[in-house]
């Protein structure tokens, strides 16, 4: 009998241990992991800082392709207008030339 309870304090313990490894939280850094109430204050400080900054860089490129689908909205708002008037253009231009030149 005690050999068996002796087998189950040994798994109790190992599942244990296998639940405190899942519910920590960890940081993964260049393929390592490291337990976070292991890291140093300063470790933490730059780790909000480095979220901070990316949640900023995602709202920026989401403000841009705002912006971008705007200037799409627009340009093709003052052609319909354009359109509407019946305004001619007074010349084309090569759009071969212009993706070149930007291209350099």
Avoid: C, K, W
């Avoid at 337990?35 to 933490?44: C, G, R, S, W």
């Avoid at 709202?59 to 052609?79: C, K, V, W, Y």
């Avoid at 253009?89 to 071969?96: A, C, L, M, Y």
């Amino acid at each position: 009998m005690p050999s068996h309870m002796e087998d189950q304090n040994q798994e109790d313990t190992s599942n244990q241990e296998q639940v405190t490894n899942e519910d920590q939280q960890t940081l993964t850094l260049d393929g390592r992991v490291y337990a976070m109430n292991a890291l140093p204050a300063e470790a933490i400080n730059a780790l909000n800082d480095l979220i901070r900054s990316e949640n900023e860089l995602n709202e920026h490129r989401f403000r841009m392709r705002q912006l971008s689908a705007a200037q799409q909205t627009l340009t093709a708002a003052i052609g319909q207008i354009i359109q509407t008037a019946g305004i001619e253009p007074i010349s084309e231009v090569d759009n071969t030339q212009s993706e070149e030149s930007e291209a350099a």
